[in-house]
Nanobody, 122 residues
């Protein structure tokens, strides 16, 4: 089992920044690729960014490319999502998730955090 706990969400004005953190415990963190997903009201959950086990491969959805940065610290069992130039359309619940494979498919992610709300006001 892997337990994931997100933090860092909140209310921010458009153009502002937030940094999300996801702390992992349980099985070896470095054995898992990590993803940040988000779900806006009335919409399906979507992948925002993912990072492989070593941090050497990273993917961003087009909607966040150039504004968000995903990173991980395997020594601290933590993955981060730095979000800059936030837009109202970034408003969503953000989830971190762990997968044994570097996948974009949410069904391949075995462990999920409880989610953290990000609200961007215009």
């Amino acid at each position: 089992q892997v337990q994931l706990v997100e933090s860092g969400g909140g209310l921010v004005q458009a153009g502002g920044s937030l940094r999300l953190s996801c702390a992992a415990s349980g099985r070896t963190f470095s054995n898992y690729a990590m993803g940040w997903f988000r779900q806006a009201p009335g919409k399906e959950r979507e992948l925002a960014a993912k990072i492989n086990r070593s941090g050497g491969s990273i993917y961003y959805a087009d909607a966040v490319k150039g504004r968000f940065t995903i990173s991980r610290d395997n020594a601290k069992n933590t993955v981060y999502l730095q979000m800059n130039s936030l837009k109202p359309e970034d408003t969503a619940v953000y989830y971190c998730a762990a997968s044994p494979t570097y996948s974009s498919n949410s069904e391949r992610y075995d462990y999920w955090g409880q989610g953290t709300q990000v609200t961007v006001s215009s």
